[in-house]
């Protein structure tokens, strides 16, 4: 009997331990669960932002294309007509394509576009390297100069770049077009701050291999360098595309002409057609729309990666 008494305390203090154990290790899943829960309402919160955003982006382009799918009579009369009216035609795209030139100005924006886009990409990495991998007298008043150059609006040399072409008989060709594009600052400051972030290790080892500036240029960093290769070139041949102050200025010829022009003359010959007009829009973006939707995820990489590395 009294080994019974003695032992019964023990097992109380053990069985109140025994539970106590298991209260304190059951606490650690109730704060989980409370974690789980706010991480779902600021999924569900973020959701609900970015869907609102969405269809306040898509129902400008939605309208867009509805008016290009009515009649010019209709789009005349003003919104409420032209969404009350359910009977889509494509007679503006037919115009387009029939009497407008509108194969000569895709394939003149293409070549400016992709010729302008391979230079670029060239020579602002050439520069950025130098300028992050190099070291020489002025380095510094050069990237000055380019921070400099990317506050100067491109509106400002236009007539300076009017002349210059003149004097070298390049007005009304295609590399009146490119030429004055390639020498793209932000490119550079681009390239320079990814530069900036590639491991320095790297070139050592490659020294030792025994590889020149050149061989480290094109063998170890520029295959680093895919993703912000990719964001420059795709952001380069969208602002070529999207450029109409310098082929206004520098092209005469109708054989010539890029989209933005091109569009220009359709507004001023159509007057107020709207749908007309509306339709070369869409028909103007829409290679631009499929650019993005197939190289998204370089964009994204190549913007993320240049600010993280900045």
Request: aromatic residues 10%.
């Amino acid at each position: 009997m009294t080994t019974t008494t003695a032992t019964t305390p023990g097992a109380g203090r053990a069985g109140r331990s025994g539970v106590g154990g298991a209260i304190s290790a059951a606490a650690p899943p109730a704060r989980s669960s409370g974690a789980g829960i706010s991480g779902r309402t600021f999924t569900i919160v973020t959701w609900i932002v970015l869907v609102v955003f969405a269809v306040i982006w898509l129902i400008p382009s939605l309208f867009a294309l509805k008016t290009s799918l009515s009649e010019n009579g209709v789009a005349a009369l003003g919104a409420n007509e032209i969404l009350s009216h359910w009977y889509p035609t494509l007679h503006s795209y037919s115009t387009l394509f029939g009497a407008g030139d509108i194969w000569n100005w895709y394939l003149a924006s293409a070549i400016t576009g992709i010729l302008t886009t391979v230079l670029t990409v060239v020579f602002a990495s050439m520069a950025a390297f130098a300028l992050s991998r190099m070291r020489f007298r002025g380095r510094t008043t050069v990237m000055l100069m380019i921070l400099l150059g990317i506050m100067i609006p491109s509106q400002v040399l236009i007539v300076p770049i009017f002349e210059m072409l003149g004097a070298a008989n390049l007005l009304n060709t295609y590399w009146a077009v490119i030429f004055p594009q390639v020498p793209a600052v932000i490119s550079v400051f681009i390239f320079k701050q990814f530069f900036d972030g590639i491991p320095r290790e790297l070139e050592e080892a490659a020294r030792i291999d025994g590889a020149g500036l050149w061989k480290i240029y094109w063998s170890v960093i520029m295959p680093l360098s895919r993703p912000v290769i990719a964001a420059v070139a795709i952001l380069t041949f969208v602002g070529v595309w999207n450029n109409l102050l310098l082929p206004l200025f520098v092209l005469t010829n109708p054989n010539l002409m890029t989209i933005p022009v091109g569009l220009a003359t359709v507004q001023g010959s159509f007057g107020q057609r709207f749908a007309d007009i509306q339709a070369g829009a869409i028909l103007a973006a829409l290679p631009l729309v499929l650019l993005y939707l197939v190289f998204q995820r370089q964009i994204v990489e190549g913007v993320a990666g240049t600010g993280l590395k900045g």
